[in-house]
């Protein structure tokens, strides 16, 4: 059993290497276990392929990334937006909790963002923006409905998502340390959350 745990663990840490170095895509299982010395059997038999070794490093962190992202999207759906007030600083404990989370397995997340075409993780950006944009599209229209001679503006939505998520990659790939990355991201969350409040409604087209 200790020779099967460290034969698995070595093949992670060398499977690791490989696809930060390479990627998914162009990373050689027959490389891999060449660094962790033994036949690709091993693979197999741990993994079962490829995807299942990536998957395996990547996985624990993907759900954790989800689940902050999801405790936030529901909290924010128990607001009522015609009433809320911002004050500076509302959002920090999700902003202190997904950072913490990404900077933590700041490797699985690296391989998530930008090193994962060709596995089933390749869309996870846009599985991330996705989610974010169904969410607020669907309280921004309760929102709109609130407000005499408004419409959603629907594009501004879609590009707050997507703004909203690249604003965390853009931190990942350019600040490496975690309190740095905190201090970078409060104020840039304050200026998201403005412009939620500011422009994701337009007046009605008569």
Not at 11 to 17: N, P, R, V
Not at 115 to 123: A, I, L, P, V
Not at 196 to 203: H, P, V
Request: charged share 25%; with cysteine; glycine share 6%.
């Amino acid at each position: 059993m200790k020779n099967e745990k460290e034969t698995r663990e070595k093949l992670l840490s060398c499977a690791k290497e490989e696809f930060m170095e390479k990627g998914f895509q162009n990373a050689s299982l027959r490389q891999i276990c060449s660094r962790a010395g033994v036949t690709t059997g091993a693979v197999y038999f741990f993994f079962k392929d490829k995807d299942g070794l990536f998957s395996a490093l990547v996985e624990p962190t993907y759900q954790g990334v989800m689940g902050a992202l999801i405790h936030h999207l529901q909290e924010d759906m128990e607001e009522d937006l015609a009433t809320y007030v911002h004050k500076p600083g509302d959002h920090d404990p999700f902003v202190e909790e997904l950072i913490h989370v990404l900077y933590q397995n700041h490797d699985a997340v690296t391989l998530l963002i930008s090193k994962s075409t060709g596995s089933k993780y390749e869309h996870v950006i846009d599985e991330f923006i996705e989610m974010i944009e169904k969410n607020f599209m669907g309280l921004s229209e309760e929102y709109a409905r609130s407000v005499p001679g408004k419409q959603l503006n629907r594009p501004m939505v879609h590009w707050l998502s997507h703004l909203s998520i690249m604003t965390f990659v853009h931190l990942l790939t350019h600040i490496k340390d975690e309190k740095k990355a905190l201090r970078f991201m409060k104020p840039a969350m304050e200026h998201l959350i403005l412009g939620w409040m500011n422009f994701i409604l337009e007046d009605k087209e008569k």
